[in-house]
């Protein structure tokens, strides 16, 4: 059974375009997160939730919607796509943000490309 | 600001130990993550160390020095399928994961 689901895998839209990712934990964990991985590889945090609450808000643009209907959920709504939005979006799930030692389980990502 | 740094790329042989080093800045600490990520994967977990000292776990192995923001992932008898990216990951003060960019390890026959 697939602990971190996410749909689509593959996404191509035109630029301009509203697209959504939704994201899936059976883990029972507490705390969900989405990541950006850009071509040079890095990850970055783009938010998090824990028990529907937004806890971790970094300086993304406000295209960038989260939507958790509740804690096994967190979706990714992206309005007005652009180019530079093309990148690989991983979701994760842990059990609880404040125990230090909780591994994050990621999906199998999300792969945009905004033509 | 908040920092991590590995070596973009990494060769060995089959059958050999290979040494990833990572160096951290972050503003507080708790804790280092080591992930592995085969091409076109997702990240999975191999390692965390909070404290200093070596953590083994069987062919892997992670160091972690705290007072020289230090962590090294050492494999050993190397196979074709550890080739993949190894993820550098610190937590800060606000249990946020700082991400590395990751090195590729190339295994040769």
């Known amino acids: 059974d697939t602990a971190v689901s996410q749909t689509p895998k593959y996404l191509v839209t035109q630029m301009g375009n509203d697209k959504s990712i939704k994201c899936e934990q059976n883990l029972g964990h507490d705390t969900m997160y989405w990541y950006k991985q850009d071509s040079k590889k890095f990850l970055k945090i783009m938010f998090s939730?824990?028990?529907?609450?937004?806890?971790i808000n970094e300086t993304v643009p406000n295209r960038f919607s989260p939507k958790s209907p509740d804690k096994a959920h967190l979706n990714l709504h992206i309005n007005s796509l652009e180019l530079g939005d093309s990148a690989v979006y991983f979701c994760?799930?842990?059990?609880?943000?404040?125990?230090?030692?909780?591994?994050?389980?990621f999906g199998p990502g999300t792969r945009l490309l905004v033509l | 600001g908040q920092n991590i740094d590995q070596p973009t790329e990494m060769t060995a042989t089959e059958g050999a130990i290979v040494q990833i080093n990572c160096t951290y800045q972050?503003?507080?600490?708790?804790?280092l993550f080591w992930y592995q990520q085969h091409a076109g994967e997702a990240p999975t977990f191999l390692s965390y160390?909070?404290l200093d000292g070596l953590e083994e776990k069987g062919r892997f192995s992670s160091f972690l020095s705290r007072s020289k923001g230090y962590s090294y992932l050492l494999l050993k008898e190397l196979q074709m399928k550890d080739s993949a990216s190894y993820l550098c990951?610190?937590?800060?003060?606000?249990?946020?994961?700082?991400w590395g960019a990751g090195t590729k390890l190339i295994i040769k026959p």
């Open positions: 994760a799930s842990s059990q609880d943000l404040r125990e230090y030692q909780e591994t994050q389980y």
């Open positions: 990951a610190a937590m800060d003060s606000n249990y946020q994961l700082i």
């Open positions: 160390n909070v």
């Open positions: 939730y824990n028990n529907k609450e937004l806890i």
């Open positions: 972050t503003s507080g600490f708790n804790g």
